[in-house]
């Protein structure tokens, strides 16, 4: 198992170069820099925007600007926001903890609704049950999650005010689960209908098993290879911002951190974000395969 | 602020600025769903805790006091002398010497007095016993480092008044002498957008992260990207005021409707649309602003590619365009047709200037075009396009009509901006937000002027002249008639054309009892704003 995870170290090292590189040059390739919005805002002189360059060391070499960044981003160091001049840590302080409540509820929301749905459409094929929960996915998948929110929205907040529509947790959480458990509900049924299928469920039946224990005992975990990859790559996109959701809503998370700080140009926080939300995505993948290593061993050869 | 594409107040200039996506997805739905499923509803009841009565228990007297007003707004940073791309979180934090009242006249606010007898001494006497939220008295030394903070700080806001300071003495604890370079006349209506601090503010020598100011409200909390939390000054010079106990500034982007509807904000600015759809709902009412922003036409002065040099095309162009229809589709009854940088009937307006192109002529503008040897459909003037094209396209849509076919290249503001910076462009249609003084609009247009790519960068030696000669006079009618000279050389080139003023509309729910939009975007300001609001249930 050790090995397995070992092998599994280098592919991430490299994703996380490459993701660097991307991030640096394709910022400074978009037109405009800090002092071109300093200068939108329309306070700063020609000679004063040369001067915030090189206070900011933008008039560098771009080379010598990645090598620098990449050194400081490996001491930890994610440098000073151009705007509020808040450390980027700081920010970061601001927007994760906020942006880990919503995918936690999100995912709470996702495994409530999708796991129950999901194992009764399968393990009830065919039935009125099954073709129901099977619409339902489906409509849950293709209702874009931001018109869901904002029908939410206007609905719960602006018509029945019952809920506010900034900043509350509810209806982000409720518009990102239901998304995520239609891909769920659909996974799932569809992997416990091929495990029905094997000869292992054959014989534990013969055994005279029960079928809610073949189900509990057998099936489920077979089944939940599939659904933990939905689960880990749900989680990697939620914690690295759900930039339209938390923006529909004005929750202040990673995404609407991101978002912000595109439009400001404000390269510190931008590159801190993009590495910081690959390097959850890359976690959440090495979550997943050592969990496929723990949970089918055949994987581990 | 000034990059405003097809908005005017300065909430929806915000909004402009910032919303390509936003604006264009999310509120488009939100205005679309609103309609869909009503907006008639009462809004939420804001607690607010006691109402008092003033001397004499008179009910007219009556105070309301307490309760917490929510309002919106995109601060970038907690250090004020800095530019912060907004004017109205400042104003709630820290007080500013002049203050801008709702005639968009210049009145004192900390100040008791000025003595500026050329425009190059100025002299000002200070209230006393004004204190900062630390409870120190403010003095002129503190004036005085505010100045000199202003002037060492790059990318301050009135960076280039402060650069203009030779030097300063305090002959009392209360007023300050200030001795600039050269005159300079616009001073005390631009130091109301000068927000005084206690040096003991901490981040003073590098960047203020907790601004203590002397103004109705004490910062608590910055939440980036959230929220702003502000708690009443309860030894404010203005006694008695104010009357609510709290703020919180809600860091909102976008469409601030379906929040306002909600009751999550008190306030907000709206567009002509967003106003018809709110139109009948009894918890809110709109107020209109004070001053006016202008809209218009600029042509690429600093780096004009042929045909663009001739003349006769830009008069075409002139001419293409039917400045009442865009005033219509824009702003209905808010807006007025213009053809001044001055809003109509304000003082430095004035009913001499002839506007050419009052009247659409597309025979004329035709005529021009062939003159100039351009047969038509084949000028395709560059026209960037930031944030909100739904204006622009009208504008191209109008120049077709005369056989003009411009190139629409919609990108971000920033991207927007450096294009423009960079002068590979030939015309631009944007709008330019309310200001202090007219100064901050005629030194648009000079050569070393801020932010030039709006206005496409005139370098013109005689316009130049002219306006730093306005500054010198101290006599308003005679600054008054140097501007207008200007103005003339402006118009007879074409650096650019007024299509038309408008004054932006804010929707204020009932809970912000007593709130008066003003002439200037400052929250707290000497004749309105939140010292005087009291929340209604």
């Known amino acids: 198992m050790l090995q397995y995870a070992f092998r599994r170290i280098p592919p991430v090292i490299i994703t996380l170069a490459l993701a660097s590189l991307f991030t640096f040059f394709m910022l400074r390739i978009v037109p405009g820099d800090v002092a071109d919005v300093l200068s939108v805002q329309g306070a700063v002189s020609e000679t004063d925007k040369a001067l915030i360059r090189q206070e900011q060391g933008l008039d560098r070499p771009v080379l010598l600007q990645y090598t620098d960044w990449v050194g400081r981003l490996v001491r930890g160091d994610f440098g000073h926001s151009y705007f509020t001049h808040l450390p980027v840590r700081e920010l970061f302080a601001y927007a994760f903890p906020k942006t880990l409540e919503l995918a936690a509820t999100a995912m709470a929301i996702a495994l409530v609704v999708g796991l129950p749905l999901g194992t009764l459409a399968g393990a009830f094929r065919g039935s009125i049950f099954d073709h129901a929960a099977t619409v339902l996915a489906m409509l849950m998948i293709s209702v874009p999650t931001f018109a869901l929110g904002i029908i939410a929205l206007l609905f719960f907040a602006v018509r029945l005010q019952v809920l506010p529509a900034t900043g509350s947790l509810v209806l982000p959480a409720l518009a990102l689960g239901i998304d995520i458990s239609g891909t769920l509900v659909r996974t799932l049924r569809s992997d416990i209908r091929e495990e029905l299928r094997s000869d292992y469920v054959r014989t534990a039946h013969a055994k005279g098993l029960t079928p809610l224990t073949v189900l509990r005992r057998h099936i489920l975990p077979n089944s939940l290879t599939a659904t933990i990859t939905v689960m880990g790559l749900a989680l990697g996109h939620l914690l690295g911002g759900a930039v339209i959701i938390e923006t529909v809503f004005h929750w202040p998370g990673i995404g609407t951190l991101l978002i912000e700080s595109i439009r400001n140009r404000d390269y510190p926080v931008v590159e801190a974000v993009v590495m910081v939300i690959t390097a959850l995505f890359v976690a959440a993948n090495l979550g997943v395969d050592l969990l496929y290593g723990l949970t089918d061993p055949r994987v581990r050869v | ?537």
């Open chain 2, 1 to 537: 602020m000034d990059r405003t594409g097809t908005a005017g107040n300065y909430w929806t200039r915000r909004v402009a600025r910032r919303g390509v996506v936003r604006a264009g997805v999310f509120g488009s739905a939100g205005l679309i769903g609103a309609a869909l499923i009503g907006c008639g509803n009462d809004a939420k009841p804001t607690a607010n805790n006691t109402t008092a009565l003033a001397a004499g228990g008179s009910a007219a007297a009556a105070v309301r006091r307490g309760g917490k007003l929510l309002l919106s707004d995109i601060p970038q940073t907690q250090d004020l002398h800095r530019h912060s791309g907004t004017m109205p979180t400042p104003s709630l934090v820290a007080d500013t010497p002049t203050a801008i009242d709702a005639n968009g006249a210049t009145q004192n606010f900390l100040l008791d007095g000025v003595e500026a007898p050329d425009a190059s001494t100025y002299t000002f006497k200070f209230k006393q016993g004004v204190k900062f939220h630390n409870g120190r008295e403010m003095t002129s030394e503190d004036v005085r480092q505010n100045f000199a903070r202003i002037k060492a700080t790059k990318g301050a806001w009135l960076k280039s008044v402060a650069d203009g300071i030779d030097t300063m003495t305090m002959p009392d604890k209360n007023t300050i002498t200030v001795k600039l370079s050269s005159p300079y006349s616009p001073m005390t209506s631009l130091i109301s957008e000068m927000w005084l601090m206690a040096p003991e503010s901490p981040g003073w020598d590098s960047t203020i992260t907790t601004p203590i100011g002397t103004g109705p409200f004490v910062w608590k909390q910055w939440i980036p990207n959230d929220k702003i939390v502000l708690e009443r000054f309860p030894d404010y010079w203005r006694k008695g005021q104010p009357y609510i106990d709290a703020i919180d500034i809600k860091n909102l982007k976008g469409d601030t409707t379906p929040a306002l509807l909600a009751g999550d904000i008190h306030m907000t600015g709206v567009s002509r649309d967003q106003r018809k759809l709110i139109g009948s709902n009894p918890a809110i009412t709109f107020q209109q602003e004070k001053a006016t922003s202008w809209q218009f036409l600029s042509f690429n002065n600093r780096k004009a590619r042929a045909p663009y040099t001739d003349i006769r095309v830009r008069q075409a162009m002139g001419y293409a365009l039917d400045k009442s229809a865009l005033n219509e589709f824009a702003n209905g009854d808010t807006g007025t047709v213009a053809d001044q940088m001055a809003p109509p009937k304000s003082f430095y307006w004035s009913d001499k200037v002839v506007d050419p192109f009052a009247k659409r002529d597309i025979a004329k503008a035709k005529q021009l075009l062939q003159a100039a040897g351009i047969a038509p459909g084949q000028l395709k003037p560059v026209m960037p396009v930031n944030s909100s094209p739904r204006e622009p396209e009208a504008v191209a849509a109008q120049l077709k009509e005369a056989g003009i076919a411009p190139d629409l290249q919609v990108a971000d503001d920033i991207a927007t901006e450096t294009r423009l910076q960079s002068y590979d462009w030939d015309i631009y249609y944007a709008g330019s937000g309310p200001r202090s003084d007219i100064a901050l609009r005629y030194v648009r247009l000079m050569s070393d002027g801020p932010n030039p790519g709006l206005w496409g960068g005139p370098q013109d030696p005689e316009f130049d002249r002219l306006v730093k000669a306005a500054w010198t006079l101290v006599d308003g009618e005679a600054r008054k008639a140097k501007y207008l000279e200007a103005w003339k050389i402006a118009m007879d080139k074409l650096f650019t054309i007024v299509v038309y003023h408008k004054a932006g509309t804010t929707a204020v729910r009932k809970e912000a009892g007593g709130w008066q939009t003003g002439a200037v975007a400052n929250f707290n300001r000497i004749d309105g704003g939140v010292s005087f609001v009291q929340i209604q249930a």
